[in-house]
């Protein structure tokens, strides 16, 4: 757990000298809403509260640079321990430190250092959380390396959005690295492009072919995967793999060089097995100070109005050169997450399930042939397969008010529809 | 933040609320309440309320052509097809929910005599590795499994020993295979009986 | 040795496994996997040395610490004022104010590697340049971050006066704008770490490879072997053939190339041959001419390169004999690459291509090393031979050169406008703190400052449209040294100094400016600036 530091001095003369310089002052890019001086001071020291997801490579540096910059209520979510592995970047842990919480060991070390601001771990999943909690911070940085939590983290933004209430409206600022290179932006959920949008972009995880795995290796790669993914299960049972035990690397390791040797196959090395088998990126502590450094500018910027702020994708490459470019990638009107259309639909409280349907077939301007309706606990009607629209029918009969909750929602699936729509329910008098 | 804030005042105020769906089970729904099977192929789900886990089982019979995009297995085989006739095999199907950017985990829950399915159940077709991008559906995994029944391939096997066979040795190969159907031993290994009864 | 008495060697030479690695090896992990344990060698007997504590030198060495330089030395005769506490992150807040700022940092920035020596100088540069500038060459490197113009003057010129001195980086910044510059006579680069491939030479196939492929009977062949023939021999052998029915010459027009396409997948004994399939896509490499890249043939020109002696570094040494290798080996191309890339094929057939690209690569590093005329290590022969369709050399300028070459200007303002922007902006200022009063406050006007960049400008030309995004912001915040600028900065200087430390990768050749208020980075390249 965080311990209470000792009472903190309070902001010294000059400390903010360098970053008033730019919260005085208005530069030419700046937004005419700007509010110099004392006014946005007050806001970023005293009011914003920041949320930092990952406490690792990206997350380290962002949490420093966040202290540094006047953040003052800064919290961080991450569920790993300290790995001897990530000493030659993540900068706020010690050797002593392997095996601690990231998020505690990194909070504490962020307030032993820069008098004054409050770092509030949590050590578990971004997943534990619910939209309360999400709904009290201004901002949301990532500095994550797993595609499944930004997706979650994303669609968990794009949800908390309601027109009513500005403040419900949190930017998300993603950073990512790989070796020399990375990339950061601008996430306006429901305004521009979200993480979803841009799946496409993603790399492709090196797979290869199950049958050259088992019959024609040729790589060393082939070799490790034939241990891992078909020796493993076969030989060890139900046994799972912990890709940081060392005796299951080891154990790897010899059974893909005993089969590299048979095919003559040149290659397999303990350090290739590893990177093989835990899928490992190489990772620096430059790359990941640049790409920090541009998603906490873009989180200053923003709190505070001082100058423009990405539009919405930096994408860095340092192999040749610093080659950099910046650009807006497009809003899909198709994302699962943040495309689709949203209807509002005021029913009787006596309508049926199959009455709604027939609303929606009959609708002209959303063309909807054969729907399916689930809401996001359970399924209302299934077209197919055929033992779900079995199980499902019955609700055709019912009323959807003993379904769906006043102002709860329905996701429509329809082979007409380009993804989704989604309703939200009310009911008339 | 000010500048932020007033961004969605300026724009129609039209709900735009999402539901709270996940992006993996919207498209999970999708998938599955658009899938269009023939009758050789039927989904079964233990808890109709989980969608991510549910068999498949697969009925194979003469061998009607369908035509197959994005798989790249054989279509060589010409007086095999139908030699798994008779036969109900069934397959797992885990999705996660990174579904689609992850495909779904596909595994045959039987010990089967089939030169792409090896004796752990572990199928060899591409898109369920190698070729998955998330544009592919369940649907296009299901129809690529059962042609796996109506075309085996032999120049890429998973079961090396029945691979052999049938190239080497067709009758054979029939015969093994319809040996193995039946629950019989095949070289010392004890397949199970998958004919429909 | 006879080819079987060297397989039979091969084959029964016992298998030694490694165990687990050892500590260090495993906090290195992540890097060694871009740079190798080579890199990591040249890293830990580096000796860098960083001019002034700010916040931006500070994230510099971070980023150098961490990964494991040899030595660092932080000259820095200041003491830390409250305004350096608060934007620090390698000192202690309040309690650090009116320490030694070189001391404090040090001690701070040595906790985050046991194995880095730190040092805290707590001369001034000027008196190193009165009276132990020789000092500065006792290092690898040299890193200076908003130096007094003066100062950096005299600096640079005495690092530019012996082509054995250090690398200079020159680091600027003010506000959210900033530029880096590394000012280096040349920098040659092995490992570059390349995308582009280099040649399998299907066009000029070597002997052995030739033979296997015109001798393999494809006809005759069972059909799961003809599945898993590797594309590399069913494209030296469609060619072979083709050339003899085309007068030795490969396809040349379109419809000769789709004819030679179809003639490969008219070869399939199934529809679904993958491996035809890839031969098919990769037919182009068949009438793509295995050439040395112009790049490359460059370098064999160079005066370095024709006239060396033995006391030439090794790189021009390398050079010259590849020049010779190519001009008098037969094939006239660069050694091959033992480097095969993956394909559809049985074990067995990959393997055996693999051998004959492995045993030929061997045949020309042997070749290729009768042209050298002085020893050189093994392993760099190897690494060069393997790079060589990807060698670099730089040659580079001495910092500041662009700001006296009007031409210069000119062109980066017409090839790259807001790079030259803020470089100029940035000049200004220097220009400006040049001629003010030393420790009077720093705060000058838009257009004091475009008067400035104006007159760095020949006579009639004008300033790029973008000069006033970024002199309005130098005006705004002329000496903010801001935490993620600094982070930024730190991050994108260390890895070029990385980078001419390991001599892997290529390091930018210009003036890198970065602007983060719309977040891009730029390069003015010297290579563009040449009138």
């Known amino acids: ?429 | 933040m000010i500048k932020i804030w007033s961004m969605k005042k300026n724009e129609d105020a039209a709900a735009k609320k999402k539901p709270k769906t996940s992006a993996a089970q919207i498209r999970v729904q999708k998938d599955l309440t658009e899938l269009d099977l023939p009758p050789t192929m039927k989904t079964h789900f233990p808890d109709p309320a989980d969608l991510l886990n549910f068999t498949l089982t697969i009925t194979p019979d003469e061998g009607t052509r369908f035509l197959l995009l994005h798989i790249s297995q054989s279509n060589s085989a010409n007086n095999t097809s139908g030699m798994y006739k008779g036969g109900a095999f069934v397959f797992s199907f885990a999705i996660n929910t990174n579904y689609p950017h992850d495909p779904p985990k596909v595994k045959c829950t039987q010990t089967i005599y089939h030169p792409n399915v090896d004796l752990e159940g572990n199928v060899c077709l591409n898109i369920l590795r190698e070729d998955w991008k998330p544009v592919l559906n369940l649907n296009s995994v299901m129809v690529g499994l059962q042609y796996l029944f109506l075309e085996p391939n032999a120049d890429d096997p998973l079961n090396k020993e029945a691979a052999q066979e049938m190239s080497k040795n067709r009758d054979q190969f029939l015969n093994n295979v319809r040996a193995s159907m039946r629950g019989g031993h095949i070289k010392g290994t004890q397949y199970d009986n998958v004919l429909v009864r | 040795m006879s080819q079987e008495a060297q397989d039979i060697q091969d084959s029964t030479t016992a298998i030694v496994a490694e165990s687990a690695p050892d500590a260090k090896t495993r906090r290195y992990d992540r890097q060694l996997r871009l740079w190798a344990a080579s890199g990591q060698s040249a890293l830990e007997s580096s000796r860098v040395l960083v001019i002034a504590g700010t916040a931006t030198s500070t994230s510099v060495l971070k980023n150098l610490v961490l990964p494991g330089i040899g030595h660092f030395t932080i000259l820095d005769p200041l003491e830390v004022t409250p305004e350096d506490a608060g934007n620090n992150f390698f000192l202690e807040g309040p309690s650090s104010i009116g320490k030694s700022r070189a001391e404090e940092a040090v001690r701070l920035l040595c906790e985050l590697n046991d194995g880095v020596d730190g040092k805290a100088d707590k001369r001034s540069l000027e008196e190193v340049l009165e009276n132990d500038k020789e000092w500065l060459s006792d290092f690898t490197i040299v890193i200076a971050h908003n130096l007094d113009p003066k100062l950096l003057q005299r600096l640079s010129e005495y690092l530019w006066s012996d082509t054995t001195f250090p690398p200079l980086v020159v680091v600027r910044s003010a506000g959210f704008l900033a530029e880096f510059y590394i000012q280096y006579h040349e920098h040659s680069v092995i490992e570059s770490h390349s995308e582009t491939t280099p040649s399998l030479r299907i066009d000029k196939a070597f002997p052995a490879l030739l033979d296997y492929a015109t001798t393999l009977d494809f006809e005759n062949m069972d059909v799961t072997d003809h599945g898993h023939i590797p594309y590399v021999v069913i494209l030296v052998r469609v060619l072979e053939d083709w050339k003899k029915a085309h007068n030795g010459l490969p396809p040349q027009t379109y419809a000769e190339k789709k004819e030679f396409k179809q003639g490969i997948m008219a070869m399939r004994k199934k529809s679904d041959e993958e491996n035809f399939e890839e031969a098919e896509a990769q037919a182009y490499r068949s009438w793509t001419a295995t050439t040395v890249p112009s790049e490359i043939s460059e370098l064999f020109d160079d005066p370095k390169v024709k006239s060396v002696t033995p006391s030439s570094p090794p790189f021009y040494h390398l050079v010259n004999a590849l020049a010779k290798f190519v001009q008098e080996q037969p094939s006239h191309t660069l050694p091959l690459s033992s480097t095969l890339p993956d394909m559809k094929a049985s074990t067995s057939a990959y393997i055996h291509l693999q051998t004959l690209y492995k045993r030929r690569a061997e045949e020309e590093k042997a070749a290729f090393k009768s042209y050298l005329q002085v020893p050189i290590a093994e392993d760099m022969v190897d690494a060069f031979v393997k790079n060589s369709h990807a060698l670099k050399l730089l040659r580079g300028k001495q910092w500041g050169a662009v700001d006296k070459d009007g031409a210069a200007l000119v062109k980066g303002g017409e090839v790259a406008p807001k790079e030259l922007s803020v470089h100029l902006a940035l000049s200004a200022l220097s220009s400006v703190i040049d001629k003010s009063q030393p420790g009077a406050p720093l705060t000058p006007t838009v257009e004091a400052l475009t008067e400035e960049a104006q007159a760095l400008l020949p006579g009639g030309a004008s300033l790029p449209d973008d000069f006033d995004n970024a002199v309005g912001e130098v005006a705004r915040a002329p000496t903010a040294d801001l935490p993620n600028v600094a982070a930024l900065l730190g991050g994108l200087v260390a890895q070029e100094v990385i980078k001419m430390i390991t001599k892997q990768y290529i390091p930018i050749h210009g003036y890198c400016t970065i602007d983060l208020v719309d977040a891009w980075t730029g390069t003015l390249k010297l290579s563009d600036l040449k009138p």
């Open chain 1, 1 to 429: 757990m965080a311990t209470e530091t000792q009472s903190q001095p309070a902001d010294w003369p000059g400390r903010y000298f360098h970053i008033d310089q730019v919260l005085n002052t208005p530069g030419p890019r700046t937004d005419e809403s700007f509010l110099a001086g004392d006014g946005v001071k007050d806001f970023l020291r005293n009011k914003s509260k920041i949320l930092v997801i990952g406490a690792g490579g990206l997350g380290c540096e962002i949490l420093a640079n966040l202290a540094l910059t006047g953040f003052k209520d800064i919290h961080v979510i991450d569920m790993d321990t300290i790995d001897i592995s990530n000493l030659n970047r993540q900068f706020l842990f010690r050797p002593k430190d392997v095996g601690k919480s990231k998020a505690i060991v990194a909070a504490e070390f962020i307030m032993k250092r820069v008098p004054g601001v409050k770092v509030t771990p949590y050590f578990g999943k971004i997943q534990d959380k619910d939209d309360a909690y999400y709904m009290q911070f201004n901002l949301v940085i990532c500095g994550l390396d797993s595609v499944e939590a930004r997706r979650w983290m994303n669609a968990t933004l794009v949800n908390l959005v309601d027109p009513e209430e500005p403040e419900s409206l949190k930017p998300l600022i993603d950073g990512g690295t790989e070796g020399f290179k990375g990339q950061a932006r601008v996430i306006l959920p429901t305004i521009t492009s979200c993480y979803e949008c841009s799946l496409d972009m993603l790399n492709k995880q090196t797979a290869f072919p199950i049958c050259t795995i088992a019959n024609t290796p040729r790589l060393p790669e082939h070799c490790i995967e034939w241990a891992s993914v078909l020796e493993w299960p076969r030989v060890r049972g139900d046994l799972k793999l912990d890709t940081d035990d060392p005796e299951h690397i080891g154990w790897l390791y010899k059974i893909a060089l005993a089969r590299a040797n048979e095919f003559k196959i040149e290659g397999v090395t303990w350090s290739l097995t590893q990177g093989v088998v835990k899928n490992i990126i190489p990772a620096i502590a430059s790359t990941n100070a640049v790409i920090a450094a541009a998603c906490c500018n873009e989180a200053f910027k923003i709190a505070t109005s001082s100058a423009a702020y990405l539009n919405n994708y930096f994408m860095l490459i340092g192999t040749d050169g610093v080659y950099s470019y910046t650009f807006e990638h497009e809003k899909r009107d198709d994302c699962p997450v943040c495309g689709g259309e949203a209807l509002e639909m005021t029913l009787k409280p006596t309508t049926t399930v199959e009455e709604l349907i027939d609303i929606l077939v009959e609708k002209q301007d959303i063309q909807i042939k054969k729907p399916s309706l689930s809401t996001p606990t359970k399924q209302i009607y299934f077209q197919a397969p055929p033992q779900l629209e079995e199980a499902t029918r019955p609700n055709l009969e019912k009323k959807v008010s003993d379904l769906v909750p006043p102002g709860g929602e329905v996701t429509v699936t329809a082979t007409t529809l380009p993804f989704s729509l989604s309703l939200r329910i009310s009911y008339s008098e």
